[in-house]
């Protein structure tokens, strides 16, 4: 092989460097100027490549390395939409809780509702019954008075009022010094009025049967009368008293 | 000399224009510049030998390049691209550093 032959001596070194001064001469003719041609191609080509390089890494890029990426990049995605989905339940529950909350504070405002009528420290409305029982002789006693609101909460009455008092649970009616009626310490002329809301298609029925309420007011000397409404209002309101000594069991 | 300065030129103008490589270029230009730079140095050292012709250095070189590109591309073709011009480039690599080492010999034996 040519390529390992050492050049024996300083002569044929000088050689060697004439040769190549003689080669590099430059001389116009055409071999010459293809030369150039290529080796000028040659070095565009290299610059070009290596600023191509340096302009995009995944141009230079082989198959194999763009499937490995395309490979993480897809995995890196199935990734992601898990986490989405993961938060996407979380959503889901807390929206859903939230929901439940709502469902629960509205039927907890229904039930406060119920309980303020039921207590009496609301006003209230609805279609209900205009009792009165007027007594000119102070013959009507409490007991009958007592058996005419017995009779309209047996029939349904939800709220009532007699005079300017709203009965509630711990209502009592008592008989007053001189002949009236005394519902919870306020003292009550007569005629009575009695204001009862419910359904008053039951309730005076339920007054007027026989031998009922509306007789023995009849019976004892006063006068009955009723009238239904269909929208009556009860302003009369408790103060609800705070208890001291219960507490609600947990 | 001529010869030299043209791949200078190259490279100047290449850093500065910054052409862009057509596509269907772009997978055989390392390889094209390898083996153009194999030729370079083989006829570097037959200048050396006082034997360079210009027509052998020209016909070599286009033929170095095409035929590099060319197994470039059957090896895309047969799905062997990667190692193809893996041993192409090792093969050329080999050439190189070997009249690297003559044209070494030749000249800096003192």
């Known amino acids: 092989m040519t390529g390992t032959r050492i050049p024996e001596s300083h002569g044929q070194q000088r050689r060697a460097w004439r040769n190549l001064r003689g080669t590099l001469a430059p001389r116009a003719t055409l071999s010459q100027l293809i030369v150039g041609l290529l080796c000028f191609l040659l070095g565009l080509s290299i610059a070009v490549q290596v600023g191509q390089r340096e302009e995009d890494s995944l141009q230079g890029a082989s198959q194999q390395e763009l499937l490995r990426l395309l490979d993480e990049s897809g995995r890196h995605v199935d990734s992601l939409e898990d986490e989405n989905a993961e938060l996407d339940r979380t959503l889901a529950s807390l929206e859903a809780g939230q929901e439940d909350d709502a469902a629960a504070q509205s039927a907890a405002a229904e039930r406060l509702e119920d309980l303020e009528i039921l207590a009496g420290t609301v006003p209230a409305e609805g279609r209900g019954l205009h009792v009165t029982i007027s007594d000119p002789a102070g013959s009507v006693s409490t007991g009958i008075v007592l058996g005419v609101v017995q009779e309209l909460r047996n029939a349904g009455a939800e709220v009532l009022q007699i005079g300017p008092v709203r009965v509630i649970a711990s209502t009592s009616i008592t008989a007053g010094a001189d002949g009236g009626i005394v519902v919870d310490g306020t003292e009550i002329p007569s005629p009575y009025v009695i204001r009862a809301i419910g359904d008053p298609t039951v309730m005076e029925p339920a007054l007027k049967i026989p031998g009922g309420a509306a007789d023995s007011v009849s019976s004892a000397g006063g006068t009955f009368t009723v009238r239904a409404e269909d929208e009556m209002r009860i302003d009369a309101v408790r103060e609800l008293a705070e208890p001291t000594h219960s507490q609600v069991v947990k | ?110």
């Open chain 2, 1 to 110: 000399m001529i010869a030299i300065i043209g791949l200078l030129l190259g490279v100047i103008i290449g850093v500065v224009l910054q052409p862009d490589v057509p596509v269907f270029l772009q997978p055989y230009l390392p390889i094209a510049v390898v083996a153009a730079l194999d030729t370079l140095a083989g006829g570097l050292r037959a200048a050396l030998d006082g034997a360079f012709d210009s027509h052998v250095f020209i016909t070599s070189f286009l033929f170095n390049v095409l035929i590099a590109a060319f197994l470039v591309f059957l090896g895309d073709q047969l799905g062997v691209g990667a190692q193809l011009s893996t041993a192409v480039i090792v093969v050329l690599g080999i050439r190189i550093f070997s009249n690297a080492a003559a044209i070494r010999r030749r000249l800096l034996r003192s």
